[in-house]
C-alpha cells in the first residue's frame, strides 16, 4: 500500500495527496502537481516567474515531507500556460531553479497547455523522486 504525504505547510488537498511514496519508507515519490498556491489554497504571483518559484517551492516542500532532498528528483514535468512567456523568462526562471535546487538537473519535460485547474495559475510542476531508505 503506498504512503500519502500530505504537509501541513500545503494547501489541504481534495482528492489527491501531495506525495505518495512506493513502498512505504522508502523507495519512489510520486509528486503530484503543485502549482503556486499558498496555504490557504489560494495561487500567488502574478507573473510566471514568481508562479514559478512558488510552485517549486510547493514541490520541495511535499518532497522534504517524503523525506528527500532536491537531489533526489529524477524527473520534473513543467505545465505552462504560455509558452512563449516561459521562454522569454527563460533565465529567470533558471536562476530561481538554481536557487531552490542547486545544479541537480533531473530529465525534464515542458508541455503547454490551454490552462490548469486553477484558472489563475500559469505553471505547474510535477515530479518524481528517488528517496533512499530512512
Known amino acids: ?3 500519502r504525504i500530505n ?5 489541504r488537498p481534495s482528492g489527491f495527496s501531495h506525495a505518495m511514496r512506493v513502498p512505504p519508507g522508502r523507495g519512489l515519490v510520486f509528486l503530484a502537481g503543485q502549482t503556486a498556491l499558498d496555504g490557504e489554497g489560494r495561487v500567488v504571483g502574478a507573473s510566471v516567474v514568481e508562479q514559478f518559484e512558488r510552485a517549486l517551492g510547493n514541490l520541495l516542500t511535499a518532497l522534504r515531507a517524503a523525506g528527500g532532498r532536491p537531489e533526489h528528483l529524477v524527473s520534473v514535468t513543467v505545465y505552462i500556460v504560455d509558452v512563449d512567456d516561459y521562454r522569454t523568462h527563460a533565465k529567470q526562471l533558471g536562476a530561481v531553479w538554481r536557487a ?3 545544479e541537480h538537473y533531473p530529465a525534464m ?3 503547454g497547455v ?3 485547474w486553477d484558472a489563475e495559475a500559469l505553471v505547474e510542476l510535477q515530479g518524481v ?6
Open 129 to 134: 523522486a528517488a528517496v533512499p531508505a530512512r
Open 1 to 3: 500500500m503506498p504512503e
Open 7 to 11: 504537509p501541513a505547510e500545503l494547501a
Open 100 to 102: 531552490l535546487v542547486g
Open 109 to 111: 519535460a515542458g508541455v
Open 114 to 116: 490551454s490552462r490548469l
